[in-house]
């Protein structure tokens, strides 16, 4: 089957760094996202990652290695917004896209 | 109309009641999703639709029914709503050519509870 790990929960400092990971087992990969998800509301579209190595976009960075079906985010300089969930999700060889069932990331003063 | 709205918000339905849940966006993109997030699970792919006049399953269909007369809109029906319904339901639409992936757009949600 498809599987797609991700911690449950996880907190982190304001001012701080955290890497948030996600592993996958899928049939095939054309791509990996990642989302953020505030309560309550939509999941809005962070990162895409299709070939190895690190994108940078700001405070917020992913990677991915595709030999070792695994990703991580880096949220850098963390802010009180950045609590939220955050989603991993890839697409399969039939493009589907795999959704994970999220971190939800709590940052304390 | 600015990106994707779903309507309603939210809304509370009796067992065995028919409901639509209403999506519609201004995007003009040919694909279009419904998930529901239930907590723990993520979001679970029920139906999409890969350009208009096209529908095909996703993870868990059972109970559900879409249509996609348009390209705009991409309406989701309960024929009979049972309590395991119950959820967030989230449409998501996406500019996406065929053998290619871009990233999903998503609506507000609807928060449906079934009594």
């Known amino acids: 089957g498809q599987n797609i790990d991700q911690p449950t929960e996880m907190t982190a400092t304001e001012g701080a760094i955290v890497q948030i990971n996600c592993t996958y087992q899928?049939?095939?990969?054309?791509?990996l996202f990642w989302y953020q998800q505030h309560a309550g509301e939509a999941p809005t579209f962070l990162s895409y990652n299709v070939l190895d190595g690190l994108e940078e976009k700001g405070r917020f960075s992913s990677f991915l290695s595709r030999s070792k079906g695994y990703s991580y985010l880096l949220l850098k300089e963390l802010q009180m917004k950045d609590s939220a969930s955050y989603l991993c999700a890839v697409i399969d060889s039939n493009y589907q896209l795999i959704w994970g069932a999220g971190t939800k990331l709590i940052i304390k003063p | 109309i600015a990106g994707i709205t779903q309507a309603p918000t939210s809304q509370i339905l009796a067992a065995g009641r028919r409901m639509t849940l209403r999506c519609t966006q201004d995007?003009?993109?040919?694909?279009m999703y419904w998930y529901r997030q239930d907590l723990g699970l993520g979001l679970r792919l029920i139906h999409y639709?890969?350009?208009?006049?096209?529908?095909g399953k996703g993870e868990v269909p059972d109970g559900y029914s879409v249509s996609r007369a348009n390209t705009d809109d991409f309406p989701l029906t309960l024929a009979s709503a049972v309590p395991s319904q119950t959820s967030v339901y989230f449409c998501?639409?996406?500019?996406?050519?065929?053998?290619?992936?871009?990233?999903?757009?998503f609506g507000p949600g609807t928060r449906l509870t079934v009594l």
């Open positions: 995007m003009r993109h040919n694909a």
């Open positions: 998501a639409s996406s500019d996406s050519p065929s053998g290619s992936y871009n990233e999903q757009f």
């Open positions: 899928t049939s095939g990969f054309n791509g």
């Open positions: 639709s890969n350009t208009a006049g096209t529908t």
